[in-house]
Protein backbone atom coordinates (compact mmCIF):
# COMPACT_ATOMS: atom_id res chain seq x y z
CA UNK A 1 0.00 0.00 0.00
CA UNK A 2 1.43 3.65 -0.61
CA UNK A 3 0.36 6.40 2.31
CA UNK A 4 1.10 9.97 2.26
CA UNK A 5 -0.31 13.36 2.21
CA UNK A 6 -2.20 14.90 -1.13
CA UNK A 7 0.64 15.21 -3.77
CA UNK A 8 3.10 12.82 -1.97
CA UNK A 9 3.20 10.76 -5.36
CA UNK A 10 1.52 8.02 -4.42
CA UNK A 11 -0.53 7.76 -7.49
CA UNK A 12 2.69 8.19 -9.30
CA UNK A 13 4.14 5.70 -7.87
CA UNK A 14 0.85 3.33 -8.46
CA UNK A 15 1.36 4.16 -11.91
CA UNK A 16 4.51 3.36 -12.18
CA UNK A 17 4.40 -0.11 -9.92
CA UNK A 18 1.17 -1.43 -12.56
CA UNK A 19 3.57 -0.44 -15.68
CA UNK A 20 6.61 -2.34 -14.40
CA UNK A 21 5.58 -5.24 -12.35
CA UNK A 22 2.27 -6.23 -13.65
CA UNK A 23 0.43 -5.83 -10.14
CA UNK A 24 -3.33 -4.17 -10.46
CA UNK A 25 -3.92 -1.27 -8.24
CA UNK A 26 -6.84 0.15 -6.76
CA UNK A 27 -7.41 3.74 -5.94
CA UNK A 28 -10.84 4.76 -4.04
CA UNK A 29 -9.88 8.56 -5.20
CA UNK A 30 -10.32 7.20 -9.22
CA UNK A 31 -12.93 4.73 -8.45
CA UNK A 32 -14.62 8.05 -7.21
CA UNK A 33 -13.77 10.15 -9.87
CA UNK A 34 -15.23 7.75 -12.25
CA UNK A 35 -18.53 7.16 -10.21
CA UNK A 36 -18.93 10.72 -10.60
CA UNK A 37 -17.94 11.35 -13.82
CA UNK A 38 -20.59 8.71 -14.91
CA UNK A 39 -23.31 10.47 -12.45
CA UNK A 40 -24.03 7.68 -10.18
CA UNK A 41 -25.61 9.08 -6.88
CA UNK A 42 -22.71 7.37 -4.87
CA UNK A 43 -20.45 9.64 -7.14
CA UNK A 44 -22.31 12.83 -6.80
CA UNK A 45 -22.60 12.66 -3.07
CA UNK A 46 -18.64 11.39 -2.76
CA UNK A 47 -18.14 14.36 -4.93
CA UNK A 48 -19.55 17.13 -2.67
CA UNK A 49 -17.57 16.16 0.05
CA UNK A 50 -14.03 15.77 -2.04
CA UNK A 51 -14.35 18.96 -3.05
CA UNK A 52 -14.59 20.77 0.03
CA UNK A 53 -11.58 19.04 0.86
CA UNK A 54 -12.96 16.44 3.72
CA UNK A 55 -13.05 12.37 3.38
CA UNK A 56 -15.54 10.22 2.34
CA UNK A 57 -16.82 7.73 5.16
CA UNK A 58 -15.04 4.96 6.19
CA UNK A 59 -18.18 2.74 5.00
CA UNK A 60 -18.23 3.83 1.44
CA UNK A 61 -14.82 3.60 1.13
CA UNK A 62 -14.41 -0.16 2.71
CA UNK A 63 -17.09 -1.41 0.21
CA UNK A 64 -15.55 0.02 -2.78
CA UNK A 65 -12.19 -1.83 -1.72
CA UNK A 66 -14.27 -5.17 -0.91
CA UNK A 67 -16.12 -4.58 -4.37
CA UNK A 68 -12.75 -4.32 -5.97
CA UNK A 69 -11.11 -7.20 -4.42
CA UNK A 70 -13.91 -9.52 -5.54
CA UNK A 71 -12.83 -9.11 -9.06
CA UNK A 72 -9.25 -7.90 -9.14
CA UNK A 73 -7.88 -9.49 -5.91
CA UNK A 74 -6.74 -12.95 -7.26
CA UNK A 75 -3.15 -11.86 -7.39
CA UNK A 76 -0.99 -9.45 -5.79
CA UNK A 77 -2.78 -5.75 -5.38
CA UNK A 78 -1.26 -2.34 -4.46
CA UNK A 79 -3.38 0.46 -2.73
CA UNK A 80 -3.06 4.05 -3.55
CA UNK A 81 -4.59 6.25 -0.62
CA UNK A 82 -6.23 3.22 1.06
CA UNK A 83 -6.17 3.18 4.86
CA UNK A 84 -6.71 6.99 5.36
CA UNK A 85 -7.88 6.54 8.32
CA UNK A 86 -7.55 4.21 11.25
CA UNK A 87 -10.70 2.79 11.29
CA UNK A 88 -10.13 1.83 7.36
CA UNK A 89 -6.89 0.19 8.95
CA UNK A 90 -9.13 -1.56 11.50
CA UNK A 91 -11.29 -2.88 8.66
CA UNK A 92 -8.31 -3.86 6.18
CA UNK A 93 -6.85 -6.12 8.68
CA UNK A 94 -10.29 -7.77 9.11
CA UNK A 95 -10.36 -8.34 5.61
CA UNK A 96 -7.30 -9.78 5.09
CA UNK A 97 -7.74 -12.14 7.80
CA UNK A 98 -10.49 -13.42 6.06
CA UNK A 99 -8.65 -13.70 3.13
CA UNK A 100 -5.77 -15.64 5.16
CA UNK A 101 -3.15 -13.06 3.62
CA UNK A 102 -1.01 -10.61 5.02
CA UNK A 103 0.22 -7.35 4.64
CA UNK A 104 3.51 -7.13 2.78
CA UNK A 105 4.41 -3.59 2.32
CA UNK A 106 3.36 -0.61 3.43
CA UNK A 107 5.49 2.66 1.91
CA UNK A 108 5.00 6.00 3.19
CA UNK A 109 5.76 8.87 1.17
CA UNK A 110 7.38 11.39 3.03
CA UNK A 111 7.04 15.06 1.41
CA UNK A 112 7.52 18.67 3.22
CA UNK A 113 4.52 21.04 3.17
CA UNK A 114 6.46 22.82 0.43
CA UNK A 115 6.53 19.71 -2.06
CA UNK A 116 2.68 19.46 -1.43
CA UNK A 117 2.12 22.77 -2.21
CA UNK A 118 4.39 23.15 -5.11
CA UNK A 119 3.21 19.80 -6.58
CA UNK A 120 -0.83 20.35 -6.01
CA UNK A 121 -0.16 24.28 -7.84
CA UNK A 122 1.21 22.81 -11.02
CA UNK A 123 -1.00 19.33 -11.34
CA UNK A 124 -2.91 18.44 -14.21
CA UNK A 125 -4.71 14.77 -14.32
CA UNK A 126 -5.57 13.26 -17.29
CA UNK A 127 -9.49 13.58 -17.37
CA UNK A 128 -9.81 9.89 -19.18
CA UNK A 129 -6.60 7.84 -17.72
CA UNK A 130 -6.06 9.49 -14.58
CA UNK A 131 -2.21 9.88 -15.67
CA UNK A 132 -0.65 12.57 -13.70
CA UNK A 133 1.42 15.33 -14.78
CA UNK A 134 2.74 18.78 -13.84
CA UNK A 135 2.20 22.45 -15.80
CA UNK A 136 6.47 22.56 -15.91
CA UNK A 137 6.55 19.18 -17.73
CA UNK A 138 6.97 18.57 -21.35
CA UNK A 139 5.32 21.96 -22.69
CA UNK A 140 1.60 20.60 -21.18
CA UNK A 141 0.68 23.92 -20.32
CA UNK A 142 0.29 24.89 -24.38
CA UNK A 143 -0.59 21.39 -25.28
CA UNK A 144 -2.66 19.63 -21.81
CA UNK A 145 -3.10 16.38 -23.78
CA UNK A 146 -2.30 12.79 -22.45
CA UNK A 147 0.45 11.31 -23.73
CA UNK A 148 -0.69 8.11 -23.38
CA UNK A 149 -4.78 8.48 -24.34
CA UNK A 150 -5.20 11.35 -26.11
CA UNK A 151 -7.75 12.76 -23.18
CA UNK A 152 -7.93 16.43 -21.81
CA UNK A 153 -5.27 17.04 -18.55
CA UNK A 154 -7.08 19.27 -16.54
CA UNK A 155 -6.54 20.65 -13.19
CA UNK A 156 -8.47 18.50 -10.10
CA UNK A 157 -11.38 20.70 -8.66
CA UNK A 158 -10.06 19.69 -5.10
CA UNK A 159 -6.63 20.86 -6.32
CA UNK A 160 -7.49 24.49 -5.38
CA UNK A 161 -5.50 26.51 -2.69
CA UNK A 162 -7.91 27.34 -0.16
CA UNK A 163 -9.78 23.03 -0.78
CA UNK A 164 -5.94 22.02 -0.27
CA UNK A 165 -5.85 23.14 3.46
CA UNK A 166 -8.94 21.29 4.26
CA UNK A 167 -7.26 18.08 2.94
CA UNK A 168 -3.68 19.10 4.36
CA UNK A 169 -6.17 19.45 7.77
CA UNK A 170 -7.55 16.22 7.44
CA UNK A 171 -4.57 14.43 6.31
CA UNK A 172 -2.87 15.34 10.02
CA UNK A 173 -5.91 14.94 11.92
CA UNK A 174 -7.04 11.40 10.56
CA UNK A 175 -4.65 10.00 8.23
CA UNK A 176 -1.23 10.49 10.15
CA UNK A 177 -2.01 8.41 13.15
CA UNK A 178 -2.07 5.15 10.99
CA UNK A 179 1.92 5.97 11.27
CA UNK A 180 1.58 4.66 14.72
CA UNK A 181 -1.03 2.47 13.77
CA UNK A 182 1.55 0.91 11.12
CA UNK A 183 4.84 1.31 13.05
CA UNK A 184 4.81 -1.80 14.91
CA UNK A 185 4.50 -4.01 11.82
CA UNK A 186 7.68 -4.48 9.99
CA UNK A 187 5.58 -4.04 6.55
CA UNK A 188 6.03 -0.41 7.12
CA UNK A 189 9.11 1.83 5.27
CA UNK A 190 9.37 5.40 5.23
CA UNK A 191 10.37 6.64 1.66
CA UNK A 192 11.54 10.49 1.20
CA UNK A 193 9.02 11.50 -1.76
CA UNK A 194 10.04 14.77 -2.40
CA UNK A 195 12.94 13.98 -5.06
CA UNK A 196 11.95 13.02 -8.64
CA UNK A 197 9.38 10.25 -9.68
CA UNK A 198 12.41 7.94 -10.69
CA UNK A 199 14.60 8.24 -7.87
CA UNK A 200 11.75 7.34 -5.39
CA UNK A 201 10.83 4.48 -8.03
CA UNK A 202 14.39 3.20 -7.51
CA UNK A 203 13.65 3.24 -3.54
CA UNK A 204 10.09 1.78 -4.38
CA UNK A 205 11.01 -0.97 -6.77
CA UNK A 206 13.74 -2.09 -4.53
CA UNK A 207 11.25 -2.68 -1.74
CA UNK A 208 8.90 -4.54 -4.29
CA UNK A 209 12.03 -6.76 -5.32
CA UNK A 210 13.00 -7.36 -2.03
CA UNK A 211 9.68 -8.71 -0.93
CA UNK A 212 9.11 -10.90 -4.39
CA UNK A 213 12.13 -12.93 -3.38
P1 LIG B 1 -7.01 10.98 -4.20
O1 LIG B 1 -7.22 10.85 -5.66
O2 LIG B 1 -6.38 9.77 -3.58
O3 LIG B 1 -6.31 12.25 -3.83
O4 LIG B 1 -8.48 11.09 -3.54
C1 LIG B 1 -9.38 12.13 -3.90
C2 LIG B 1 -10.45 12.27 -2.84
O5 LIG B 1 -11.22 11.05 -2.74
C3 LIG B 1 -9.95 12.50 -1.44
O6 LIG B 1 -9.65 13.87 -1.19
C4 LIG B 1 -11.13 12.03 -0.60
O7 LIG B 1 -12.19 12.96 -0.60
C5 LIG B 1 -11.58 10.81 -1.38
N1 LIG B 1 -10.84 9.60 -0.92
C6 LIG B 1 -9.91 8.89 -1.61
N2 LIG B 1 -9.44 7.87 -0.88
C7 LIG B 1 -10.10 7.92 0.31
C8 LIG B 1 -10.06 7.14 1.51
N3 LIG B 1 -9.25 6.07 1.64
N4 LIG B 1 -10.87 7.52 2.53
C9 LIG B 1 -11.71 8.57 2.43
N5 LIG B 1 -11.80 9.36 1.35
C10 LIG B 1 -11.01 9.04 0.29
Given at each position: MLLGAP???KGTQAEMIT?????????????LRRERDLGTPLGIKADEISKQ????????IVYLIEDWLVLHGKDGFVFDGFPRTVKQGERLNEILQKRQ???DLAIWLEVSERTVRDRIAGRLQCRRCG????????GFAERPICPYCDGPLVRRHDDDASVLETRLAEFKTKTE???SFYE????LH???GNRDRETVFADVSALIEERMR
Open positions: GSGRHFAIAVTSPGTIGGLVPDEITALFTTSLTSAPLLKDDARID
